[in-house]
C-alpha cells in the first residue's frame, strides 16, 4: 500500500490535473445534453468549467515540464559535443527557471489586485481561478529547480536520474 500512496503523491500534479479535466468533461456534456433533451441550462456550468479547464492547463503544464513531454527542438543542439549540450541544457533550464520565478511572482499581484473582480454567475471573487497561475507556475518554478540542480550533478559527473514519470 506504501508504494501506491507513494506513487499517488509523486504523481499528485498528475491526478489532479486529470481530475479537474474530469470535471470539466463532465459539466460540459451534462450542460449540452441538458441543454438539447431537456431545453435547460446549467447557469453555472460554464464557470465552473472554464475553471476547471484553466487548473487542468496550468496543472498540466508543470507535469510536461516535470515529465519533459513539452515539444522542443533539439536538432541543433544534438549535433554539438557533450559538453557544450550540457552547457545548452543548463542555461535553458536558468532560463526557464528565472522566467518561472518571475511569472509566479507577477502572479501574486495578480491575485491580490483580482480580489474585488467576481464571477457574474457564481458571484464569489475570481480569486481561486487565478491562483491557478500561482500554483501552476509556482510548481513549474519548483520543478525548473530541481531541474537545474540535477543539470549541475550531472556536470559534475554523478549519473544522470531517469524521469520522474
Request: glycine residues 6%.
Amino acid at each position: 500500500m506504501k508504494g501506491k500512496l507513494g506513487n499517488v503523491l509523486k504523481n499528485l500534479d498528475a491526478y489532479f490535473a486529470g481530475f479537474m479535466f474530469a470535471i470539466t468533461l463532465t459539466i460540459v456534456i451534462v450542460n449540452v445534453f441538458t441543454r438539447y433533451f431537456i431545453g435547460y441550462i446549467i447557469p453555472w456550468g460554464e464557470e465552473v468549467a472554464t475553471s476547471c479547464f484553466v487548473y487542468t492547463t496550468f496543472i498540466g503544464a508543470a507535469w510536461c515540464l516535470r515529465t519533459h513531454q513539452h515539444a522542443g527542438v533539439d536538432l541543433l543542439v544534438d549535433k554539438l559535443p557533450e559538453k557544450a549540450r550540457k552547457c545548452v541544457h543548463l542555461l535553458t533550464d536558468i532560463i526557464i527557471l528565472v522566467l518561472n520565478c518571475y511569472i509566479t511572482y507577477l502572479s501574486v499581484f495578480f491575485v491580490y489586485s483580482s480580489r474585488i473582480k467576481t464571477m457574474p454567475i457564481l458571484k464569489i471573487t475570481s480569486i481561486p481561478l487565478n491562483l491557478s497561475l500561482t500554483f501552476g507556475f509556482g510548481l513549474m518554478a519548483i520543478y525548473s529547480l530541481i531541474q537545474c540542480v540535477n543539470d549541475i550533478r550531472f556536470w559534475n559527473g554523478a549519473p544522470e536520474k531517469e524521469d520522474a514519470k
